[in-house]
């Protein structure tokens, strides 16, 4: 027993590392993120400039991170492209309290969202696999990155309420710095042998791999609609701060059961069930978003959308991790984040933008749910073509 409490408190305890990432990683993005479009609108910038933002952003996780991620792989270096992206990070955020216009504020934006977009999927590859080596449960390792990101939009939600948005990015560097030290701890996992390691055009001729993809590109135009303008519908409904941090902080709070029980849900539907269980739920918190008519329906949907999320993204870490090769797991994690956080806002944020102006978010939300829809549609499909057989019985019946 005192054996088992000195590895679980000594930084080798894969699950403790995992869990302790997650937590400081997720804190200190609650501190700035759900509230920095709406310190851009306090600015005086509308929500098609807004909109631009995010369209102009999502090029570097189009671009950057599948790169990034893709040496990561190729050398080896999983865990100090990491540790590099999140200092570089770190230095960003810091430099945004600066800029005040619309013009400053665009290449700053676009420079941290470059030294960001690698983050996420190089420590999900990292984590995955671990938590598969050592037979423990992902979905409760990311939970912690939940539980945190909740806590934390709340509090911080109450104390900009209070204090305005003067010690955000400062507040945010500082709650950084232990994310970065835990990184360091993390497993860099197998690295294949140069002679022996498959192209990475492989990923692209799994119709499972491939579905996954199109998946994350119509639900990252669906999910970060409600992220980019979700608090500032809140604040045309008659919202503050403290309501802004409570739609955002509950709905990560209520990922963390969810995500605790994730393996015993994925164990008892498949891997496959499960992911159209969620994306069925999101769809469903969208239309939500579309009906709302008070922040307190907001703040239901969001709560909706959490149990959705939670499913959905511990299910697709699992499946893409299992399906593809060691040498390009940060790879393929990184392709379906591009699809997600890259190519959807591309194509749809400024588009979103503009509705959200000219018709209201209850239009922007019904269209959100249209592509919701089809992902629900999508993963059906996927699921009685069954092009999620494993791998080896696909290329056995190939």
Known sequence: MIARSRLLFSGTNPFMIGSLFYLFYWAFIAVYDPYLNVYFSELGLTAFQIGLIVTVVPL?????????????????????????????WVVMIGVMALPKTFWSILPLVFLMALVRSPTSPISDSLIASMASRHGLSFGRMRMWGS?????????????????????MFATAMLMALPAIFVSGKLESGPTANPQERGPVKELLRDPGMVTLFVISFLMGAALLSTYIFGGIYMRQMGGNEFMMGLMFGLSALVEVPVMHFSGNIINRLTSTHTMALSL?????????????????MLIMAGLLKGVGFALYFVTLVRLLDERA???????????????????????????????????????LYMAATLMAGTAVLLMGLAIFKNWFAPVQERKQAT
Request: a negative charge; aromatic letters at 14%.
């Open 147 to 167: 539980a945190g990101f909740a806590l934390v939009s709340i509090l911080c939600g109450i104390l900009w309420t209070q204090m305005g948005y003067g010690p």
């Open 325 to 363: 090769p060691d040498e390009w797991k940060s790879t393929a994690q990184a392709i379906s984040g591009a699809c997600f956080v890259g190519l959807s806002p591309l194509v749809t944020s400024a588009l979103f933008g503009y509705i959200f102006d000219t018709w209201g978010g209850d239009a």
């Open 280 to 296: 069925a739920i999101l769809a469903l918190s969208i239309f939500g978003f579309a009906l709302a008519s008070s922040p307190e």
């Open 60 to 88: 570097t996780s189009l671009i950057w991170s599948p790169f990034v991620s893709a040496m990561a792989d190729r050398h080896g270096k999983r865990i100090q492209y990491l540790q590099w992206s999140l200092m570089a």
